[in-house]
């Protein structure tokens, strides 16, 4: 059931934002339309998020699609400019961290554990780095291990280490025989982190910092080992049974995710990440012929609009409206989506202030998320 009040709170923010441009095209006013009926239908829906926010890029224009609230609290819709975890997008980050490497000659793509980082278990040691972006790796997930439950069932919001991580699932066999199939593990991007300090001598943060953050601008992104949040963020939640929101924002450590999902940034922000990510203005775009080789029925988690398909740490989306390639992510309180066009000309992130949903509500996601593609494509 739906908290009493929230659904009914629904705020429509299509206003143009960021520096000045042509108009939009008139065609693409009814795909907003749509877009903004379903994103305040999502908001009302029973069990659905007490906010949502989408962003679409298009050139030098941003516009910003809003329903619901971005604090229960308080009757503010959620905005461009407001923190909030980004959870598995930001594999993207780590992907393009890693392919920088690859272009500056410190790592490969063919790179295995087992040379980079011997002291991994010997089972692991012959998976390589494209195995781990891709997800054809075998690795087991670490997020389905005991260890990670009791972790975050006795101490949440305790500091966990890329170590400590790995020591939940070193012990446990290969899912699989790397390179024989697809399978989604957290644990991949946690190795890749781990390899690119190996070869460059530079903390993650630091390669964060200096090879996407500070290239683009983005000084509202950070990668934080506390469970505090940057002042203004969207609040997340769980909703209960009964349709109460429990704000879960500041719950967890992201350290827990590392590498693998704990980055923080803004719906502004990554709308510009990810249209960088495919313009390859972070690695040379020659590099993007191996990037963008891809895993058929390699689905992100949760699953994006469209069909899905697996390349190194980006997904492609085929849609009835045309094709983008991004990320998804799902973290405690935040369920999100960003994508862009083949040359990164536009961009589009969806995020709502829940983890992501199931059955009905998870086909209206996935909606919703097609609908803004179409949007942000017409």
Known sequence: MRCRGLGAV???????LAVPAAPVAHAAIPAEAKLQRQLNSLVAAEGGPPGAI???????????LTAGVADVRKPRAPRASDHMRIASVAKAFNGAVALRLVADGKLGLDDTIGALLPALPRAWSAVTVRQMLNHTSGLPDYTQSKGFVRQF????????SPAKILGWVRRDKLVFKP???YEYSNTDNIVVGLMAEQVSGRSYLALLEEIVFEPLGLSRTSFPIRPALPQPFIHGYLVDEMGTPEDVSTLLSPSGAWASGGIVSTPRDLNEF???????????TSLQGEQLRFVARGESSPAGPGRNAAGLAVFRYRTKCGTVYGHTGNFPGYVQFAAASRDGGRAVTTSL???APTGKLLARLRAMQQAAVCALLR
Do not use: E, K, Q
């Open 10 to 16: 629904t705020v429509a923010a299509a206003a143009a």
């Open 54 to 64: 989408v962003t679409l890029r298009r050139g030098a224009r941003l516009r910003v």
């Open 153 to 160: 069932t006795n101490d949440p919001g305790g500091f966990v």
């Open 179 to 181: 390179g024989s199939r």
């Open 274 to 284: 990810i249209g960088a990510y495919l313009a390859g203005r972070l690695f040379p």
């Open 353 to 355: 202030n829940i983890p």
